[in-house]
T-cell receptor, first 114, second 112 residues
């Protein structure tokens, strides 16, 4: 495997379910990111981890809970979601956190909340 | 606060025609500038980046971009568009110790 992988690619869940999104990077990077991409809205940065430490939480509701057990893996735990949370969730990684390093993106998880 | 503007939401060009996608940023410091492309159902792929030096940078797939400090712009160009270039294009701006900021994107349609 190369680059950034995300599983699952598609997820349909009810508002009372609990699910997790997984991201793995094979680039030797130290920073990982979660973004939300909704139709007709700019890319929204949700969380940033740098050397396994969370450095950014952009006022994301607590129903989204990130976890970064090591520099290669990132999870997004989901519970009690709302229909407006339906979106494409993108994971990215970079050498370190900060705007000077290019980010490499996974293919995304298309989430539908019913 | 830093911001990125892509004035064109949607652009249509004919195959073989030239292309220019606009990007403007607002902030005082020297930025790190990026262009990404996203095909339907996919993640973002880095096309090119500017950090310093020559203001005209070459990227993958025949794209280039020019940094103009006086206009706070970083426009993406391609001399001859191919049907496979149809996608969404995102400009991004970053600064040291700040997160990268993305523009809202420009959707490119290519007519046969």
């Amino acid at each position: 495997e190369t680059g950034v992988t995300q599983t699952p690619r598609h997820l349909v869940m009810g508002m009372t379910n609990k699910k997790s999104l997984k991201c793995e990077q094979h680039l030797g990077h130290n920073a990982m990111y979660w973004y939300k991409q909704s139709a007709k809205k700019p890319l929204e940065l949700m969380f940033v981890y740098n050397f396994k430490e969370q450095t950014e939480n952009n006022s994301v509701p607590s129903r989204f809970s990130p976890e970064c057990p090591n520099s290669s893996h990132l999870f997004l735990h989901l519970h009690t979601l709302q229909p407006e949370d339906s979106a494409l969730y993108l994971c990215a990684s970079s050498r370190e956190a900060g705007g000077s390093y290019e980010q490499y993106f996974g293919p995304g998880t298309r989430l539908t909340v019913t | 606060a830093q911001s990125v503007t892509q004035p064109d939401i949607h652009i249509t060009v004919s195959e073989g025609a030239s292309l220019e996608l606009r990007c403007n940023y607002s902030y005082g410091a020297t930025p790190y500038l990026f262009w990404y492309v996203q095909s339907p159902g996919q993640g973002l792929q880095l096309l090119l980046k500017y950090f310093s030096g020559d203001t005209l940078v070459q990227g993958i797939k025949g794209f280039e971009a020019e940094f103009k400090r006086s206009q706070s712009s970083f426009n993406l160009r391609k001399p001859s568009v191919h049907w496979s270039d149809a996608a969404e294009y995102f400009c991004a701006v970053g600064y040291l110790r700040n997160d990268m900021r993305f523009g809202a994107g420009t959707r490119l349609t290519v007519k046969p």
